[in-house]
Every structure is written in C-alpha cells, then in structure tokens.
C-alpha cells in the first residue's frame, strides 16, 4: 500500500506540474503577440528606440518635410516663371517699341528675362546720354558693356533660383547613409539585448532590428524623393538659363543693330 502511495503521489505531482507548463505557455503564447503588435507598430518602434536612433529618425523627417517644402516651392516658382516669360517675349517681339516696354516695367520687373531686358536697356540709355553710342571707337565697348551687364543679370537670377539645390543634393546622397547610422546602432541594440539574456529568442532579437530597418525605411524615404526632385529640377533649371541665354544673344544682337544704326 505505501508504494501504491508514493505512485500516486509522484503522478499527482507531474500531473499539476504539466498543467502549470501548459497553462504558462497558453498565457505566454496569449500575450506575446500583444507585446509584438504594440512594439512593432511605427510609433512603438520610435518610442522604444535610443536616443541616438529617435534623434537620427527625427533629423531625417525634418529633413524630408523640408526638402518637399523646396520641391514644392520650385516647381511652383518655375511654372509661374515660364509663364511670366512667355508673356514678356510675346510683348517683346510684338513689334512695340522697346522704350516704351521699358517705361512700362523697369520699376519692377516680373522675372529673370525681364530684369534681362531692363538691365540691358538701362546701360544702353545712360550710354546715349552720354554719346558713346555715336563715338565709333566707343561703340565696341558699350556692345561688350551691355553683354556684361546681361551676363552679370543671369548669372545673379540663376542663383536666386539654385538656392537650397544643395539641400536636396545632400539629402539625397547622404539620407540613406544617416539612415544607415540608425541600422547600425539598432543592429548594436540586438547583439547587447543577445549578451544580456544570454538568449538568441527572436523575441529578444526582432526589437533591435525592426529598429534598424525602420532608420533605414525613414532614410529612404527622405533620400529618394530629393534625389529624383534635383534632377528634375536642375534639368528644368538649365533649361531656363539656356532661355534666359538665348534671349540675351538675340537681345544682344538687336543691340548691336541699332548701334550701326546710330552710326
């Protein structure tokens, strides 16, 4: 009888024993993916990252919001100023006379082309008052005055233009190498959460390295946009300097007309 005892004891004990592993896996297993879903959301992810990696992913969506700031703005800007060219060439080449085109803008010229004209316009009236246009040894320099001067003009409206490309040069080379700085040290974050536990679990593991590839989504994010907007930009931007240009020959060409003219 004692040893039917001792069995029924030692099977009651591994009885409640199994009961409570099972009943701690169910409550394991119940938890776990509430603990997951609330850490791996985007801003469970960021509350729960470093300081260093929330101060690299905060860095890169200012980054980005301003860089669409500028994109946004210069595609306005460009279309506003096509606009506004095409207007002033119609005027241009309407047969009017210049001077009075000239009287009617030069206080306050729209756009880069019109600051064109009237800074080519304003050299060559004070040069008339002056009669270096009748001077046949002084016509030469006024023609290669004025070229200056429309030169000097574009060159000083193109850079209004350019200001803040370099931003989203930078940004688009650099956002994903700053995005990988956060990889790296979410990557860091999973080998020391490793070392502490003792432990290679995937639950250990998966908080570091959603980590990392959520600096590394951020950083694309930013980085690809501004690296497809400055080459649109830029090629649009050459394109109207190459007009600005343009119209500075034929300007200067007129110019030189009307000095033989004079002559």
């Known amino acids: 009888m004692d040893h039917q005892t001792s069995l029924q004891v030692a099977s009651n004990h591994i009885a409640n ?19 997951a879903h609330g850490s791996m959301s985007m801003w469970g992810l960021f509350w729960g ?14 980054a980005s919001i301003w860089s669409w700031t500028i994109i946004l703005y210069k595609v306005y800007r460009l279309q506003r100023l096509n606009a506004a060219a095409d207007q002033f060439e119609e005027a241009f080449w309407s047969g009017g006379a210049l001077d009075d085109l000239y009287d009617r803008i030069h206080n306050r010229p729209m756009d880069p082309l019109s600051a064109v004209f009237c800074a080519a316009m ?8 002056k009669g270096f246009a009748r001077a046949s040894d002084l016509r030469g320099t006024l023609e290669q005055r004025i070229d200056r001067v429309m030169q000097l003009t574009v060159g000083r409206e193109m850079e209004r233009l350019e200001r803040h490309m370099g931003f989203l040069a930078s940004l688009g080379s650099n956002g994903m190498i700053v995005g990988l700085f956060g990889t790296v040290l979410g990557i860091m974050n999973s080998f020391e959460s490793i070392a502490a536990q003792q432990n ?64």
Do not use: C
């Open 17 to 35: 024993a199994a009961q409570g592993v099972v009943t701690t896996v169910e409550q394991t297993g119940a938890a776990a993916p509430l603990v």
């Open 200 to 263: 290679t679990n995937l639950a250990v593991v998966a908080p570091g390295i959603a980590e990392a590839l959520f600096a590394t989504a951020i950083g694309l994010v930013a980085a690809i946009p501004a690296t497809i907007a400055f080459n649109k930009i830029s090629s649009d931007l050459n394109r109207y300097a190459n007009r600005l240009d343009a119209f500075a020959s034929e300007f200067g060409a007129i110019i030189s007309r009307q000095l033989e003219e004079h002559a």
């Open 122 to 129: 304003r050299e060559w009236r004070r040069s008339i008052s």
């Open 49 to 62: 990252a470093e300081p260093i990696v929330k101060l690299v992913m905060l860095g890169l969506v200012a």
